[in-house]
């Protein structure tokens, strides 16, 4: 069985940093008896420790850490462009990914900045009217036009962060890290598509970008507005159950022991989101109603890892691509379903400790937490 005592402690390291990490920032000593770290909602619930875990696992991060990230992204990004210009290069930027649909689960997480040419587009054809796009003033291909982009962008980069930590090796971003950064940013150079729908209805979410592969120089199609507002629109319809439930796989599978977490790995942030966005109606409950998440999501994932049929059929939230796509993702798939598993048990017997029996899904639905 898993011991929830050292999950919730990986939990708050995650969330918070280390009491270490905390102690040097406030520049105090490391023999220091007390922890400087906020005490969380989470962690003055008196029950136990996989209830606790289950309620820390599905909240958010610090709101206050999330905001750093994304200032630190747009600092970085913004830096770049300026750079850019003079060089006579214009882009534009934009945010991606976990921190932007605030489904991370690290205090001090990762922030994916988009660095898009704005001069020039990829238009998918027939186009609706011709006459809403200039012939282009750059005749190369896209895919030669985003690679200089990337190119410029790797240079200036390591000219002006020369005490940080640049990686180019990446085939879609360049990760800056260390330094004086006070998170690691992914700079993902790329270009715009637009697609029928958005030339029809010019709402940013059916705007697309077309991202620079380094490794095999082409251009991969992405839709990370489109995914970002139907999550957004689900996860409101249900009183931010879809986050919650996200989250909370998330950290299940950043908590596993290392041959555990090889196998879950093989799903992305995007097949995780894909789900608990699946899960649609199953989301709804009210919000003291939190374990009753646990339960529908093990409920959920048992019918997606026997019934291959409905498997099969799972796509990520924007229609790009099935979920389950390779072998790999299905024993993942098995691996986070026994993890959730795990979690329900374990928070059946806490609450019933003499019960002969090995699990009862009504005491999960019956169980009111109030935060």
């Known amino acids: 069985m898993i011991s929830f005592e050292n999950r919730l402690k990986s939990l708050k390291d995650r969330r918070q940093g280390s009491r270490?990490?905390?102690?040097?920032?406030?520049?105090?000593?490391?023999?220091?008896?007390f922890d400087v770290r906020t005490k969380e909602r989470y962690e003055k619930l008196s029950e136990s420790a996989?209830?606790?875990?289950?309620?820390?696992?599905?909240?958010?991060?610090?709101?206050?850490?999330?905001?750093?990230s994304i200032e630190e992204g747009e600092r970085i990004a913004n830096t770049l462009l300026g750079m850019l210009s003079t060089s006579g290069i214009s882009a534009e930027k934009e945010i991606?990914?976990?921190?932007?649909?605030?489904?991370?689960?690290?205090?001090?997480?990762?922030?994916?900045m988009l660095v898009?040419?704005?001069?020039i587009v990829t238009v998918q054809s027939p186009k609706i009217d011709a006459t809403q796009y200039l012939p282009p003033k750059d005749n190369r291909p896209m895919v030669d036009i985003i690679k200089e982009l990337r190119q410029q962008s790797e240079a200036k980069l390591k000219s002006r962060y020369h005490q940080a930590k640049v990686d180019c090796t990446g085939n879609k971003s360049?990760?800056?890290?260390?330094?004086?950064?006070?998170?690691?940013?992914?700079?993902?150079?790329?270009?715009?598509?637009?697609?029928?729908?958005?030339?029809?209805?010019?709402?940013?979410?059916?705007?697309?970008?077309?991202?620079?592969?380094?490794?095999?120089?082409?251009?991969?199609?992405?839709?990370?507005?489109?995914?970002?507002?139907?999550?957004?629109?689900r996860d409101i319809l249900y009183s931010g159950n879809l986050k919650k439930v996200v989250?909370?796989?998330?950290?299940?599978?950043?908590?596993?022991?290392?041959y555990k977490k090889r196998v879950a790995k093989n799903l992305t942030s995007y097949d995780v989101t894909a789900i608990?966005?699946?899960?649609?109606?199953?989301?709804?409950?009210?919000?003291?109603?939190?374990l009753t998440l646990v339960e529908k999501l093990r409920a959920h994932l048992s019918v997606l890892v026997?019934?291959?049929?409905?498997?099969?059929?799972?796509?990520?939230?924007?229609?790009?691509?099935?979920?389950?796509?390779?072998?790999?993702?299905?024993e993942a798939l098995k691996t986070l379903h026994s993890e959730v598993t795990d979690l329900a048990k374990s928070i059946y017997k806490s609450l019933n400790p003499n019960s002969l029996n090995a699990y009862d899904s009504n005491q999960l639905l019956q169980k009111h937490i109030f935060i």
């Open 306 to 330: 026997d019934v291959a049929a409905l498997r099969n059929l799972l796509e990520v939230p924007d229609g790009s691509r099935k979920v389950f796509d390779s072998e790999n993702k299905v």
């Open 116 to 119: 898009l040419k704005s001069d």
């Open 247 to 258: 989250r909370l796989m998330k950290n299940l599978i950043a908590d596993m022991p290392d």
């Open 20 to 33: 270490e990490r905390a102690l040097l920032e406030n520049n105090l000593s490391i023999f220091n008896s």
């Open 174 to 233: 360049i990760a800056l890290s260390g330094g004086s950064l006070k998170r690691k940013v992914d700079i993902v150079p790329a270009c715009w598509y637009h697609s029928h729908d958005y030339q029809l209805t010019q709402e940013k979410h059916h705007k697309g970008v077309e991202i620079y592969h380094k490794g095999e120089h082409k251009l991969i199609s992405n839709q990370p507005f489109l995914h970002i507002k139907r999550v957004n629109d």
């Open 50 to 68: 996989p209830i606790k875990y289950a309620i820390g696992a599905m909240a958010p991060v610090d709101s206050r850490s999330t905001q750093i």
């Open 96 to 112: 991606q990914g976990s921190v932007a649909l605030d489904i991370h689960i690290e205090g001090h997480s990762d922030v994916d």
């Open 276 to 290: 608990g966005y699946d899960m649609d109606e199953q989301l709804s409950c009210p919000y003291f109603s939190s």
